[in-house]
């Protein structure tokens, strides 16, 4: 077995700032996100001043990326090493350093290092080392000029947050699958115009919005969002309006004694020469302060009012009728049979054209019937190999309405499978949480499917 190939970059940059500003903002790795661009969240795992491990999310080449870092922070050498501990493909393994030499008393400059190797490395396969070496590049350029902007435009007053909070009489499960749902918020939020989410890994979003302001204008938003079931969904605006240099944010689900309390809170980076451009010649930094807390607050308050409907309503909606829920009951037992049965197309054909099947161990969520019928066809021929009989039970079926006619059904969901001779196990326990329309005829079909696996 060959030895990894170590290949090495260096960037630099001068800055009109103290080495020890710059060493602050270097060392503040939580805030990064307000100041990197690549950087979408950061948390600090442990940590004593000179020694720190830190989870990390950011871009890398327009793709979401994650690893742990071990820190070795040593101010009076002005110099911040680090090694991550767990890469994410192409990268094998990564180190580097930032080292900051003084110029002057106002000046520093900044070098920054990053030694890697890559997985798979070889000539046969040089586009691995290629893309790791486009993201390098890509990103330290921007983070090197993030900072110098970060350390020379130093007013405390450019960056801010704020919160917004209700409280729910639900619980924080359902608020947080209203926050979570992004790509239905053209149907719940009237605020919304247009919606592209993508979700390539769990729990990992790319959202790309178009929000009416109140003067009736439209402003377009992209994006990444991870999220930490029933817990928070922290995002980062990759495109933002021109008054802002950075917006970063959270949606935090606290459970109480007597439901939840759903917060949502900014932080925001105010760009300092778009403020006379976007609002006119006489304004200054508290008229931007002003004008982004209430745009922003007024689109958090209203999508907290109406995910706290959402997640309340379970309690407080009217029962259905005894003849509605028998009706979803004989749906879902066609519907079921329909997929024990294999038959793909006529089982697709139980949701709308645009219908959405997403599950939490899947990729991203399957949009359309014939995608959902073309999913089934490449389930049942891996299964090919594997003669067995797989039965689906729904159970501790509740049904409840929703907007239009519309229900909200919500039921346990466990396969059978069961070989040639038996015997027959559990494959899989599941939550099934379904938007069902009604359909004349056909009785009901499904809008919109998200499967909880248990245990994920």
């Given at each position: 077995m060959s030895e990894e190939t170590v290949h090495e970059t260096l960037h630099e940059i001068d800055v009109d700032a103290p080495a020890g500003a710059v060493f602050d903002l270097i060392a503040d790795a939580p805030a990064w996100p307000v100041h990197f661009p690549p950087s979408v969240h950061v948390e600090r795992l442990e940590g004593d001043g000179s020694q720190e491990r830190l989870r990390i999310w950011a871009t890398a080449n327009d793709e979401i990326k994650t690893w742990t870092s071990h820190r070795v922070l040593e101010r009076d050498q002005l110099r911040v090493?680090?090694?991550?501990?767990k890469s994410q493909a192409p990268v094998g393994s990564m180190t580097g350093e930032w080292q900051l030499e003084p110029l002057d008393e106002q000046r520093t400059r900044v070098r920054f290092t990053h030694r890697f190797t890559a997985v798979d490395d070889g000539p046969e396969q040089p586009e691995q080392v290629e893309w790791i070496r486009r993201a390098i590049d890509t990103n330290t350029s921007s983070e090197l000029e993030a900072l110098r902007a970060g350390v020379e435009d130093a007013d405390p007053r450019l960056t801010f947050t704020f919160d917004d909070s209700v409280h729910v009489d639900g619980s924080a499960k359902d608020a947080y699958e209203?926050?979570?749902?992004?790509?239905?918020?053209?149907?719940?939020?009237?605020?919304?115009?247009?919606?592209?989410l993508t979700e390539d890994a769990p729990n990992e979003q790319i959202l790309e919005m178009d929000t009416r302001t109140a003067d009736g204008d439209t402003h377009t938003t992209r994006s990444v969002r991870i999220c930490f079931p029933a817990e928070r969904i922290v995002y980062k605006q990759i495109q933002t309006?021109?008054?802002?240099?950075?917006?970063?944010?959270?949606?935090?689900?606290?459970?109480?004694?007597?439901?939840?309390?759903?917060?949502?809170?900014?932080?925001?980076?105010?760009?300092?020469?778009?403020?006379?451009?976007v609002i006119g010649e006489h304004a200054g930094v508290p008229e931007a302060r002003t004008l982004i807390r209430d745009a922003l607050g007024r689109n958090s308050r209203a999508t907290l009012g109406h995910a706290a409907q959402y997640a309340s309503s379970p309690r407080g909606g009217a029962p259905v009728s005894a003849e509605l829920y028998v009706g979803v009951q004989r749906f879902y037992a066609e519907q079921m049979r329909l997929l024990d049965e294999q038959r793909a197309e006529e089982w697709a054909g139980t949701f709308t054209e645009d219908g959405v099947f997403e599950q939490n161990t899947g990729p991203a969520p399957v949009r359309g019937r014939e995608?959902?019928?073309?999913?089934?066809?490449?389930?049942?021929?891996?299964?090919?190999?594997?003669?067995?009989?797989?039965?689906?039970?729904?159970?501790?079926?509740?049904?409840?309405?929703?907007?239009?006619?519309?229900?909200?059904?919500?039921?346990?969901?466990?396969?059978?499978?069961?070989?040639?001779?038996?015997?027959?196990?559990?494959?899989?326990?599941?939550?099934?949480?379904?938007?069902?329309?009604?359909?004349?005829?056909?009785?009901?079909?499904?809008?919109?499917?998200?499967?909880?696996?248990?245990?994920?």
């Amino acid at each position: 077995m060959s030895e990894e190939t170590v290949h090495e970059t260096l960037h630099e940059i001068d800055v009109d700032a103290p080495a020890g500003a710059v060493f602050d903002l270097i060392a503040d790795a939580p805030a990064w996100p307000v100041h990197f661009p690549p950087s979408v969240h950061v948390e600090r795992l442990e940590g004593d001043g000179s020694q720190e491990r830190l989870r990390i999310w950011a871009t890398a080449n327009d793709e979401i990326k994650t690893w742990t870092s071990h820190r070795v922070l040593e101010r009076d050498q002005l110099r911040v090493t680090y090694r991550q501990e767990k890469s994410q493909a192409p990268v094998g393994s990564m180190t580097g350093e930032w080292q900051l030499e003084p110029l002057d008393e106002q000046r520093t400059r900044v070098r920054f290092t990053h030694r890697f190797t890559a997985v798979d490395d070889g000539p046969e396969q040089p586009e691995q080392v290629e893309w790791i070496r486009r993201a390098i590049d890509t990103n330290t350029s921007s983070e090197l000029e993030a900072l110098r902007a970060g350390v020379e435009d130093a007013d405390p007053r450019l960056t801010f947050t704020f919160d917004d909070s209700v409280h729910v009489d639900g619980s924080a499960k359902d608020a947080y699958e209203f926050i979570r749902a992004a790509d239905r918020w053209t149907e719940r939020l009237p605020h919304v115009a247009r919606v592209v989410l993508t979700e390539d890994a769990p729990n990992e979003q790319i959202l790309e919005m178009d929000t009416r302001t109140a003067d009736g204008d439209t402003h377009t938003t992209r994006s990444v969002r991870i999220c930490f079931p029933a817990e928070r969904i922290v995002y980062k605006q990759i495109q933002t309006p021109a008054l802002m240099a950075a917006h970063t944010g959270e949606w935090i689900f606290e459970e109480d004694g007597q439901g939840c309390t759903v917060t949502s809170r900014h932080t925001v980076r105010i760009a300092p020469h778009a403020v006379t451009e976007v609002i006119g010649e006489h304004a200054g930094v508290p008229e931007a302060r002003t004008l982004i807390r209430d745009a922003l607050g007024r689109n958090s308050r209203a999508t907290l009012g109406h995910a706290a409907q959402y997640a309340s309503s379970p309690r407080g909606g009217a029962p259905v009728s005894a003849e509605l829920y028998v009706g979803v009951q004989r749906f879902y037992a066609e519907q079921m049979r329909l997929l024990d049965e294999q038959r793909a197309e006529e089982w697709a054909g139980t949701f709308t054209e645009d219908g959405v099947f997403e599950q939490n161990t899947g990729p991203a969520p399957v949009r359309g019937r014939e995608a959902i019928a073309d999913a089934v066809r490449r389930n049942l021929a891996r299964l090919a190999d594997t003669p067995q009989q797989r039965r689906h039970v729904f159970s501790m079926l509740t049904v409840e309405p929703g907007p239009e006619g519309t229900v909200r059904a919500r039921s346990y969901a466990q396969v059978l499978a069961t070989p040639p001779g038996g015997p027959t196990v559990l494959h899989v326990s599941t939550v099934c949480e379904d938007e069902l329309v009604p359909d004349g005829g056909h009785g009901w079909r499904v809008r919109h499917r998200r499967v909880e696996h248990d245990g994920v």
